[in-house]
């Protein structure tokens, strides 16, 4: 690891230099978060320079932005392997590096982290020796679990150092020499000892004796940026320039003498160091691979699934006035800046608050609007308590579109969704539906528009599999499509991208001498227990493919229901997830190692049969 204490100045910007020429180069090949981890370089340098990651938490927020971390601590020469399979996580991650304090992939949890970190070093008498230090920012302070936080810590007020990165998406905006005076001045010790003297002062004294001195102190908090995190309980400094290294080292030290919570605001800019991705808020966030020269992405992902559903909701708008929608963040990722763009007043980007998004998009239901709640599989967990509260115990008429369902590749397994059917499935009211193509997507909405209820359907990353050459019909509550019949007693179940995975693997048996019936379950809830009875007469060896858990996925929904109908008989075989957590790297080589590629299925079929 490198030990950056005692290195001069100028070594310590070569080597933000040399950090930032690393990110890009490896970035550019492997894709992942470029703008925000280019952007806090110098935030992640003169924390090593000034903290002990080997004694003191270090806690990244959502941790996309921790490459330079990873790079600091032994991880120089493995970094080409960022986010490949069986290569460095996207992510901390405690199995891969001592020095990474918690796994993260989702925002807004380090500041809570931090503190039950300072509870335990409190407990421990440990409060001279260590400090939990947290990096946050990029969106993360727009979710509310970073306040429930801070409004214990700022009453508890234990040491925690909060380094807030304001990229252009966080919550002030500075204030010019004044405050940049006024920030270095409430930081230094002179301003400290005059304020703890004042507090003991103020305990003795009259309050008629104490109104000027109140005066005074509010007056100067009133005109710098930190005032909300004053009135927590939470010292402020800031704003500081969050690439000028002497500033940061100045701030970091102060703060750590301080031995209370404190607040750095650092202000930076998303793309430092690569002109191409500078100021950009979403576009150079997570990216593919690219030409370092031109950005230009190295391959298309062509016609995706969260593409086609962008494009049937806005024929669906332009229908209807009263389709509402909303996103937490995502509004690129999601297909909704299209929405945004077209629709202003309809359409909304709430930031990191999925909660906020579900319960809201409840209330417009009971005024009578159409929502169309879009949010990826991994993320709306977030929002589970919502979606049983506010959506399915009043039966609210809103709809789920949930992105990213299945394996989502080198994000790994803070982003697979893998449990969406499992984790809705259990919940009354509501109904799960998926399509398996770009004109079942079509189809899809239509019926979502009309499904009285709260319903969910679901969508792959990228593009769908190949499919039959079936035109889609209308979706029918509750009803499956027969794609493709046949006298063998073999049963392919398909849902969502699921159908296009038994489909690829069909034509791998036809090739081998076998046949099977091909079904698109469409529905996960309720089953289409009519159409499945009757296929039981004839077919006797079920294979279930869908891209979910098989913990609470179809094969659970199956199972759950073969002891009240007439398939009782019926030999069932999941090719769903098994119970574990699904790696980073590229989704063809997961799916390899999982045994899930169309020619592994239909080699166990193929066994399964002899």
Request: proline residues 4%.
């Amino acid at each position: 690891m490198q030990n950056l204490k005692n290195s001069t100045m100028q070594e310590l910007k070569d080597l933000c230099v040399s950090l930032r020429k690393k990110i890009i180069e490896t970035v550019s090949k492997n894709g992942g978060h470029l703008s925000s981890n280019v952007g806090a370089v110098e935030l992640i340098v003169a924390m090593h320079y000034v903290f002990n990651v080997k004694k003191d938490p270090f806690i990244f927020d959502v941790s996309h932005q921790a490459y330079a971390h990873k790079l600091l601590t032994d991880r120089w020469d493995r970094f080409e392997s960022l986010r490949q399979f069986g290569g460095l996580s996207g992510y901390t991650r405690p199995d891969e590096s001592v020095y990474d304090y918690f796994v993260a992939g989702h925002s807004s949890t380090s500041i809570s982290l931090a503190l039950g970190a300072a509870k335990a070093i409190a407990l421990r008498g440990e409060q001279d020796e260590r400090v939990p230090v947290v990096l946050i920012g990029d969106g993360s302070m727009s979710a509310g679990m970073a306040y429930e936080a801070l409004n214990e810590l700022g009453d508890i007020k234990f040491p925690v150092v909060i380094i807030l990165n304001d990229n252009k998406m966080s919550i002030a905006k500075p204030i010019g020499a004044i405050s940049k005076f006024l920030s270095h001045a409430m930081a230094g010790d002179f301003f400290q000892k005059i304020k703890k003297q004042t507090e003991q002062i103020l305990q003795y004294l009259p309050e008629s004796a104490t109104y000027l001195a109140k005066k005074f102190e509010e007056s100067l908090k009133l005109i710098t940026p930190g005032m909300l995190f004053e009135e927590l309980g939470i010292d402020y400094i800031g704003p500081v320039d969050g690439h000028n290294l002497e500033e940061l080292i100045y701030a970091y030290k102060m703060a750590a003498k301080m031995k209370k919570p404190v607040i750095i605001h650092a202000q930076t800019l998303k793309g430092k160091g690569y002109e191409i991705a500078e100021g950009y808020e979403e576009n150079w966030h997570g990216v593919g691979p690219f030409d370092i020269d031109t950005g230009k992405a190295m391959k298309s992902n062509g016609n995706s699934a969260t593409k086609m559903y962008s494009e049937a909701l806005y024929r669906l708008a332009l229908q209807h006035e009263n389709v509402v929608g909303v996103t937490a963040a995502m509004p690129s990722g999601t297909g909704m800046s299209k929405l945004i763009d077209a629709f202003p007043k309809r359409f909304w980007d709430v930031a990191i608050a999925e909660q906020h998004a579900v319960t809201s998009m409840c209330a417009m239901a009971k005024e009578g609007f159409k929502p169309y709640i879009t949010i990826y599989s991994t993320f709306l967990q977030r929002a589970y308590d919502q979606i049983i509260h506010d959506a399915c115990i009043l039966n609210m008429s809103v709809v789920f579109a949930i992105d990213r369902a299945g394996i989502v590749g080198e994000d790994g397994e803070t982003h697979q969704g893998a449990f969406d059917i499992s984790y809705l499935s259990a919940i009354p009211n509501m109904t799960l539906l998926a399509p398996r193509d770009e004109a079942s997507m079509q189809k899809a909405i239509e019926y979502s528009y009309l499904h009285v209820g709260p319903c969910a359907l679901r969508y792959p990353r990228g593009a769908f599999l190949p499919t039959p050459d079936v035109p889609a019909s209308n979706f029918m509550y509750a009803k499956a499509e027969v794609l493709y019949v046949t006298k063998s007693e073999i049963l392919l179940i398909g849902y969502g991208n699921g159908v296009g995975r038994a489909y690829l693997t069909l034509k791998i048996l036809q090739e081998n001498g076998f046949d099977a019936t091909l079904l698109d379950l469409r529905f996960a809830k309720p089953i289409d227990l009519e159409t499945l009875d009757a296929l039981s007469v004839s077919h006797k060896k079920w294979y279930i493919f869908s891209d979910s858990a098989k913990i609470g996925g179809i094969f659970s929904q199956l199972t759950c229901k073969r002891n009240t109908t007439r398939w009782h008989d019926v030999a069932m075989v999941s090719f769903e997830y098994e119970d574990a957590f699904i790696e980073h790297g590229d989704t063809k080589k997961i799916e390899e190692s999982l045994g899930l590629l169309p020619e592994q299925l239909a080699e166990k079929i193929i066994q399964d049969q002899v």
